[in-house]
């Protein structure tokens, strides 16, 4: 099959499953045998969370790994399973448009077909203005028309990060509805309040909205199926995946340092056969 004709087919594979009976569940992984885990078990999408890739990579989250790292990596995922793969993004890598957009071409150029894209500016630790996140957003819709690969555009709002700038719960309510109903106007296919909880907000959204809404995985939320029932459609783990992994890896690590623990080692039913199977699918 056409690389370009199946990447586009995993594009529209991927907005059917924000517009499912059941939320899309994704666990955000930073590798390729992570990637081909999830697939392996079943899931229909993969997606990256650029916390988990810096750390894994020995980088602070916030854009300081580099971005020809990141297009290493990225490519590396998409090429070796075959459900879409949708990458978190940060804001870009760049304020300038014209850097943006060719990052932007870069990054499709990868074989992702969605990306998260946040309304944070990394240089100067503010959020854009509705219109700047807007007009960034139009780009890449511009761009991805131009690669003729309709890109699943996950419009990140980071307002519940600036309480200094909205101050009051009714002030963030009504700055994520804003900058919802304007994100989706240029073509953001589903919008992310991060770090909103109360189920009785990510209702009001859900419902104003009219759009599939990105919840993340924090303390505090609603469970898995009050998130379907209130109508979520994408549910994320975002670096919470990684943390569960290195959680593991540290109990165990303390284990053996005090002389315990080999039977975690010896009773693993993950053999060596196991990862060969994932790696040579």
Not at 23 to 44: F, M, R, S
Not at 71 to 76: A, H
Not at 126 to 146: M, N, P, W
Request: with cysteine; charged share 25%.
């Amino acid at each position: 099959m056409n690389n370009k004709f199946n990447q586009k087919e995993k594009a529209l594979q991927l907005y059917q499953l924000h517009h499912a009976d059941n939320p899309l569940i994704l666990p955000n992984i930073w590798d390729v045998l992570g990637a081909k885990l999830l697939e392996n078990i079943g899931y229909p999408a993969i997606a990256t969370a650029s916390a988990s890739i810096a750390y894994t990579n020995g980088h602070l989250d916030g854009e300081k790994i580099p971005f020809s790292d990141l297009l290493s990596i990225l490519s590396r995922i998409s090429n070796n399973v075959n459900i879409p793969v949708t990458a978190d993004i940060e804001s870009g890598y760049s304020i300038d448009d014209t850097r943006f957009q060719e990052n932007i071409k870069l990054l499709i150029k990868t074989g992702i077909v969605g990306i998260n894209i946040e309304d944070t500016n990394h240089k100067t630790k503010t959020i854009f203005s509705i219109e700047r996140q807007c007009d960034r957003i139009k780009l890449i819709r511009a761009i991805s028309d131009e690669l003729d690969i309709p890109i699943f555009i996950n419009a990140r709002a980071d307002v519940l990060l600036y309480d200094k700038d909205f101050p009051t719960a009714e002030s963030r309510h009504k700055e994520l509805l804003k900058r919802g109903l304007a994100y989706k106007e240029v073509g953001a296919n589903c919008f992310f309040p991060i770090a909103l909880r109360q189920k009785e907000d990510i209702q009001r959204l859900v419902t104003q909205l009219k759009m599939p809404i990105n919840i993340l995985t924090l303390p505090g939320i609603p469970d898995l199926k009050v998130l379907k029932e209130i109508g979520v459609a994408r549910v994320s783990l975002g670096p919470s995946f990684l943390k569960i992994a290195i959680k593991a890896m540290k109990s165990l690590a303390i284990e053996l340092k005090n002389s315990e623990g080999l039977s975690s080692i010896t009773e693993n039913e993950i053999s060596s056969d196991y990862l060969k199977s994932l790696v040579s699918n």
